[in-house]
């Protein structure tokens, strides 16, 4: 699973999608990973937008996923392949 967290004066320069990137592409190729998986919060569209942009492929939503703020929480699934990398998806 990849997690990841922004600091407010340095969002929407991009440095979260490069960093998404390069982290997958350490993962299939010096790990030897298949598959990489993260989840958001559905009304997270920044981090949406980062995973969509990094080759991420939305799977579905996992109902009370994780405990947030002492409530369980629905996130959006999402995930990559090392057949999606190869192929520059």
Same mark, same amino acid.
């Given at each position: 699973a990849l997690g990841y967290w /922004?600091? =407010?004066p340095h969002v929407g320069k991009g440095y979260m999608t490069e960093s998404v990137i390069t982290a &997958?592409?350490?993962c299939f190729e010096q790990l030897s /990973? +298949? *598959?990489i #998986? @993260?989840?958001c =919060?559905? +009304?997270n569209l920044a981090s949406r937008t980062v995973l #969509? *942009? &990094?080759g991420f492929v939305q799977e579905g939503? @996992?109902?009370k996923y994780l405990r947030i703020n002492g409530r369980w929480q629905d996130h959006v699934l999402f995930s990559r392949l090392r057949e999606d990398a190869e192929r520059g998806m």
């Open positions: /922004m600091g =407010l &997958s592409g350490f /990973m +298949h *598959r #998986e @993260a989840a =919060l559905p +009304h #969509e *942009r &990094s939503i @996992a109902r």
